[in-house]
């Protein structure tokens, strides 16, 4: 089992840059694959980005791709999102979440995958 915490999040101003950072606890980090995905109040949970379990892989959806940046760092069990340019419509609570998975070089884009999620951190970006 992997406990997930993300910070990071704030409040910036269009244009400015975030970066967001999911700790994880035990000593199997590396056997997940990793996502972010955002939520508004009344709208559906949806993809932001994913990485592989040896990070070799990412993956972005299209509303975010050029902007924001997944990376992690196995020995320190984190896995960050680097974002930048940032727009009113980013704005929304993102969570963290981890897929045990035999697969090194994969991750999912689907939230029904992951087996783990964080209590998210508000990201808010002003006009």
């Known amino acids: 089992q992997v406990q997930l915490v993300e910070s990071g999040g704030g409040l910036v101003q269009a244009g400015g840059s975030l970066r967001l950072s999911c700790a994880a606890s035990?000593?199997?980090?590396?056997?997940?694959?990793m996502g972010w995905f955002r939520q508004t109040p009344g709208k559906e949970r949806e993809f932001v980005a994913a990485?592989?379990?040896?990070?070799?892989?990412?993956y972005y959806a299209d509303s975010v791709k050029g902007r924001f940046t997944i990376s992690r760092d196995n020995a320190d069990n984190t896995v960050y999102l680097q974002m930048n340019s940032l727009k009113p419509e980013d704005t929304a609570v993102y969570y963290c979440?981890?897929?045990?998975?035999?697969?090194?070089?994969?991750?999912?884009?689907?939230?029904?995958?992951?087996?783990?999620w964080g209590q998210g951190t508000q990201v808010t970006v002003s006009s």
């Open positions: 979440a981890a897929d045990w998975t035999y697969y090194t070089h994969t991750a999912h884009s689907r939230s029904q995958e992951y087996d783990y």
């Open positions: 035990g000593r199997t980090f590396s056997s997940y694959a």
């Open positions: 990485i592989s379990r040896s990070g070799s892989s990412t």
